[in-house]
């Protein structure tokens, strides 16, 4: 079973920036659709973005559009969040998984890792 680790994320001011990866133990390209969820305290994790096996298309959550970019390199067996302009209220712990379904129905295929926490704080 493949394995999805989360790392990049650290404590950044408001209107900083981040990058995200998402390293997989294996092969990636199997994946169809893989998303990035995130999970505030006392929240419901939801979903922030996904991106096709091709990287062809991606959609993302109203919160993120326009500040957030979601990438791939199957080559690589990884994928990327970009985070930008960041505020307060991303602050989350991040998560990645492979997904299927759409957007407002997505199912997760894999297990969780342990996320990787963001923090926008000044």
């Known amino acids: 079973q493949v394995q999805l680790v989360e790392s990049g994320g650290g404590l950044v001011q408001p209107g900083g920036s981040l990058r995200l990866s998402c390293a997989a133990s294996?092969?990636?390209?199997?994946?169809?659709?893989m998303a990035w969820y995130r999970q505030s305290p006392g929240k419901q994790r939801e979903l922030v973005a996904s991106i096709t096996r091709g990287g062809t298309r991606t959609n993302y959550a109203d919160s993120v559009k326009g500040r957030f970019t979601i990438s791939r390199d199957n080559a690589k067996n990884t994928m990327y969040l970009q985070m930008n302009s960041l505020k307060p209220e991303d602050t989350a712990v991040y998560y990645c998984?492979?997904?299927?379904?759409?957007?407002?129905?997505?199912?997760?295929?894999?297990?969780w890792g342990q996320g990787t926490q963001v923090t926008v704080s000044s």
């Open positions: 294996g092969s990636i390209f199997s994946f169809g659709v």
């Open positions: 998984n492979a997904i299927k379904g759409g957007w407002e129905t997505a199912v997760t295929l894999g297990t």
